[in-house]
């Protein structure tokens, strides 16, 4: 990766990522991706983000190659010292080439989205989000809604609840809620005892829950 800032307000990142899966002895994934982040600090509570990305997945396996060409634009708005709005556009452009090409759809996919971020307090945060998207499956609005809460200021005692809800409109009808829940409870600096509550639960497949205890210590 590469980092340059020609202006004060101005930041551009560089980056070229390439990675090989081989399986039995054979090179069945290749992928490259080269991408370019401009950021710009437009004012002092506006700035916004500008992407480019070429990525190409060569896939031996299945006989196909699948090219992307991507590019995004971002708007993020301090309104106030609670809130931030942001809103963004992004535009996928995919090739698919090879005998495998034809088994898969067109991955082209349009997307216009804008999201909410309501901070009261450091240890609330609320997020809403809208995305509009337009892919090989349909049109539709994909809706998210999360919420991050610490009752607590730091103690012998840590709780946190983290609820997601997200809803496809885009592909299916689809509705699926995650709930996160932990407790800490700090014996002394190097000691502690943790629960952890996890659930995945969509209304169209199986759902997923899980519960873990874990202690800690450290001389």
Known sequence: MLT?????????????????????????????????????????????????????????ANLRR???????????????????????ARND?????????????????????????????????????LNWLDNFAGAGLDQRFNIDWIPFEGGSIDLQFDYDRTQNRSINDATTDRWRAAARWTLDPRTFLELQYFANLPDNAPRTEVLQLAFNFSS
């Not at 980056?15 to 069945?28: H, T, V």
């Not at 971002?74 to 809130?83: D, E, F, K, R």
């Open 66 to 88: 699948i090219g992307r060409w991507i590019a995004s634009l971002g708007l993020i708005a301090q309104l106030t010292s609670q809130v931030e709005l942001t809103l963004r």
């Open 93 to 129: 452009d995919a090739d698919t080439s090879g005998a495998g090409a034809s088994q898969i759809p067109d991955p082209s996919e349009q997307r216009y989205g804008c999201a909410v971020l309501y901070r009261p307090t450091e240890r609330l945060i609320v997020e809403i989000e």
């Open 4 to 60: 340059w800032r020609p202006l004060r307000t101005l930041d551009v990142d560089l980056s070229y990522n390439a990675s090989d899966r081989d399986i039995n002895g054979l090179d069945n994934n290749h992928i490259e991706a080269t991408q370019l982040l401009a950021t710009a600090q437009l004012l002092r509570t506006l700035r916004s983000e500008l992407l480019f990305e070429r990525n190409v997945t060569e896939d031996q």
